[in-house]
């Protein structure tokens, strides 16, 4: 089998995998078993070189990464549900979603970004900025202001918002932590693993490559460390290492 191409973004951070969406497919191509190979494409080139290998924009009309090409069939397939349901299909063994379950998995996504990421998700963009290359600045900064509707990058997350976009963004992770003590298993769903577990466990490499290392270590605490064992046994249920605090700046 030849491997699979996926289009990640880079970052300033030296071996650093930062992307939340395009980590999902990382776990997913892992967890099946199946090689790839990564093409890093910097920010502000991603929709031009994504049209360039015929790729299709999201539902929101917008081109960005994950996106796969499979040399095997020929296939190029853009966003991380639809290449999650394409791997399923088209590498049946070790389903990542279990059988008539994908709108629950796209609503469970929603449901954890509006509770857990809406709040913070400005705050969160500030710090991603920090390790974005000098080249892609400009074009991250511009897009950013444009998804949130600002004209200036100060406005973003004050001093004076970002302490409360953190303390929300903690109770989220609470809401979302009670979410698991109540699956009956180590899963969302119960003893089944599930693309829902990848998804959440992508924001976590996220957070771990942006925030600094107070920060991580306090989300790694909450919910008596429930996160920190989430991250750990979805790491080893795809035999991956992403995310591990170990692996990012000022880690202890």
């Given at each position: 089998?030849?491997?699979?191409?996926?289009?990640?973004?880079?970052?300033?951070?030296?071996?650093?995998?930062?992307?939340?969406?395009?980590?999902?497919?990382?776990?997913?191509?892992?967890?099946?078993?199946?090689?790839?190979?990564v093409?890093?494409?910097?920010?502000y080139?991603?929709?031009?070189?994504?049209?360039?290998?015929?790729?299709?924009?999201?539902?929101?009309?917008?081109?960005?990464?994950?996106?796969?090409k499979?040399?095997?069939?020929?296939?190029?397939?853009?966003?991380?549900?639809?290449?999650a349901?394409?791997?399923?299909?088209?590498y049946?063994?070790?389903?990542?979603?279990?059988?008539?379950?994908h709108?629950?998995?796209?609503?469970?996504?929603?449901?954890f970004i509006?509770?857990?990421?809406?709040?913070?998700?400005?705050?969160?963009?500030?710090?991603?900025?920090?390790?974005?290359?000098?080249?892609?600045?400009?074009?991250?900064?511009?897009?950013r202001?444009?998804?949130?509707?600002?004209?200036?990058?100060?406005?973003?997350?004050?001093?004076?918002k970002?302490?409360?976009?953190?303390?929300?963004?903690?109770?989220?992770?609470?809401?979302?932590?009670g979410?698991y003590?109540?699956?009956?298993?180590?899963?969302?769903?119960?003893?089944?693993?599930?693309?829902?577990?990848?998804?959440?466990?992508?924001?976590?490499?996220?957070?771990?490559?942006?925030?600094?290392?107070?920060?991580r270590?306090?989300?790694?605490?909450?919910?008596?460390g429930?996160?920190?064992?989430?991250?750990?046994?979805?790491n080893?249920?795809?035999?991956?290492?992403?995310?591990?605090?170990?692996?990012?700046?000022?880690?202890?």
């Amino acid at each position: 089998m030849q491997p699979i191409i996926l289009y990640d973004i880079p970052c300033k951070l030296p071996k650093t995998i930062w992307a939340p969406n395009p980590s999902k497919t990382r776990f997913c191509l892992s967890y099946k078993g199946l090689p790839y190979d990564v093409v890093w494409v910097e920010f502000y080139d991603v929709a031009a070189a994504m049209k360039g290998i015929g790729a299709s924009p999201t539902a929101g009309g917008r081109y960005t990464v994950p996106v796969i090409k499979d040399p095997n069939t020929g296939a190029v397939v853009s966003d991380s549900h639809a290449i999650a349901k394409y791997l399923d299909r088209t590498y049946p063994d070790k389903p990542l979603i279990p059988h008539g379950t994908h709108i629950l998995m796209e609503t469970f996504e929603t449901l954890f970004i509006n509770t857990v990421m809406t709040p913070s998700f400005r705050l969160l963009m500030v710090r991603t900025l920090e390790i974005q290359n000098d080249v892609s600045r400009g074009a991250f900064i511009e897009s950013r202001l444009k998804m949130f509707r600002e004209t200036q990058w100060e406005d973003m997350a004050p001093e004076g918002k970002a302490q409360q976009m953190w303390v929300a963004f903690k109770k989220g992770l609470g809401v979302a932590g009670g979410w698991y003590q109540k699956s009956g298993g180590k899963w969302i769903m119960g003893d089944t693993f599930s693309f829902a577990d990848i998804v959440v466990v992508s924001w976590m490499v996220w957070w771990n490559a942006i925030l600094n290392e107070q920060e991580r270590l306090e989300v790694h605490a909450l919910n008596g460390g429930s996160w920190a064992r989430l991250l750990a046994d979805v790491n080893a249920e795809c035999n991956t290492d992403l995310g591990s605090l170990r692996k990012h700046r000022h880690s202890l």
